[in-house]
């Protein structure tokens, strides 16, 4: 028999996602005379981070309402952090570090620093490992790596997989004052890739390339391993790994076949989180297509090349550049190709220099080749 939902639960909404209930004044009203009834205050902390959230979920023309929102939650958590509610303080901390309801609406880690290191006395996992990655880079605080290095301890204690990922690498490298350990630093690795999540799945994409070539007396060479963590990574959507899966199925690289479907589905997922060396692989592969798997596009084709040279890709915005003065999958416009081989050269692109200096292009549709980073 299902379990009925706790009254205001608000598991569901954290930093970065929308409040799935809307902000609609009638249910605001109930939630928040909900709240005034109960001296409970984890049901309080939640009307509070409700009410934070919902207001993610409006646009400009609510500013107002969205503001008076914004000032009601926090001044709620004030008041519960300063009664030492650890949940509150790290989430007040959490809203004070991603510029909500701060001047100017700047990061302040004036104020978010003390209330991590508060949250963390209390035994908040993130909120240690947030006070750690503080002392690692002097926000909020003097740079101090030995009280990092405790905060992440402390973190990795509860089995944070941040903390263990940091001290891994830290290790690993001889980083925040230590010296090099890969054996302590691939434990480390293997117990943040143990507890990986959609937020840290770093630990799992490090211990395949570890396994990928090796590390003398301390990390074997097992390729089917290293693939098996990248598909793991992959399924969080970490795009690193769901970008290089796409290249071992384009390529048949690290003993994967070729698979056109395979290699299309995980560009997409690295694609997705705008991973720009997947957008433009993406590009390639809607040129030609996959019969029974990938209609060929020229449109597709065209516009995820753009996506990759929004993000700066110099291939491909030599590739727009292209595309827009022959006119693949978008009308032809001079003027707009001169603007992108001007980007491109200035990134460094030899092709869009030489392009630039008056070199006729080849009117021939590209092959899928010509797309391919290198």
């Known amino acids: 028999m299902p379990t009925e939902a706790p009254l205001l639960d608000q598991s569901h909404l954290k930093p970065g996602h929308k409040a799935s209930l809307l902000s609609h004044s009638q249910t605001l009203e109930l939630y928040r005379q909900n709240a005034k009834k109960t001296n409970d205050p984890d049901l309080q902390f939640e009307f509070a981070a409700f009410m934070v959230e919902a207001s993610r979920a409006m646009n400009e023309e609510e500013a107002k309402k969205r503001d008076d929102l914004v000032k009601e939650g926090l001044a709620l958590l004030k008041k519960l952090a300063d009664r030492g509610h650890a949940n509150s303080q790290y989430y007040l901390a959490d809203c004070y570090a991603s510029a909500i309801g701060t001047s100017k609406n700047k990061p302040d880690f004036d104020k978010a620093f003390p209330l991590f290191v508060q949250a963390s006395k209390h035994g908040h996992p993130d909120a240690a490992y947030r006070a750690g990655v503080c002392y690692e880079h002097g926000w909020g605080c003097r740079k101090d790596f030995a009280k990092a290095l405790q905060f992440f301890r402390k973190s990795a204690s509860a089995s944070h997989p941040g903390a263990m990922y940091r001290l891994g690498i830290a290790e690993l490298k001889g980083e925040l004052g230590l010296s090099k350990n890969p054996r302590d630093g691939v434990k480390w690795l293997k117990r943040a890739a143990e507890n990986a999540n959609e937020e840290f799945p770093y630990a799992l994409h490090e211990l395949s390339e570890l396994h990928e070539k090796g590390v003398d007396n301390v990390c074997y060479v097992d390729i089917e391993y290293s693939i098996q963590?990248?598909?793991?990574?992959?399924?969080?959507?970490?795009?690193?790994?769901?970008?290089?899966?796409?290249?071992?199925?384009?390529?048949?690289?690290?003993?994967?076949?070729?698979?056109?479907?395979?290699?299309?589905?995980?560009?997409?997922?690295?694609?997705?989180?705008?991973?720009?060396?997947?957008?433009?692989?993406?590009?390639?592969?809607?040129?030609?297509?996959?019969?029974?798997?990938?209609?060929q596009s020229d449109t597709e084709a065209y516009l995820w090349a753009k996506r990759a040279a929004e993000k700066g890709l110099p291939k491909a915005e030599y590739a727009v550049g292209y595309f827009t003065e022959v006119g693949i999958g978008v009308k032809k416009d001079q003027s707009e190709a001169n603007m992108w081989y001007r980007r491109a050269a200035e990134h460094g692109d030899k092709r869009a220099q030489q392009r630039l200096k008056g070199t006729p292009v080849d009117e021939k549709k590209p092959k899928k080749d010509d797309c391919v980073i290198s």
């Not at 970490?238 to 199925?249: D, N, R, V």
């Not at 589905?265 to 590009?283: G, M, N, V």
């Open 229 to 295: 963590l990248l598909i793991e990574a992959a399924n969080l959507n970490y795009a690193p790994s769901a970008f290089k899966l796409g290249e071992c199925y384009e390529y048949g690289k690290m003993g994967c076949p070729q698979d056109a479907a395979l290699s299309i589905h995980y560009y997409t997922i690295a694609a997705q989180q705008d991973h720009r060396e997947a957008c433009f692989a993406l590009t390639a592969w809607y040129l030609v297509g996959s019969p029974g798997v990938l209609p």
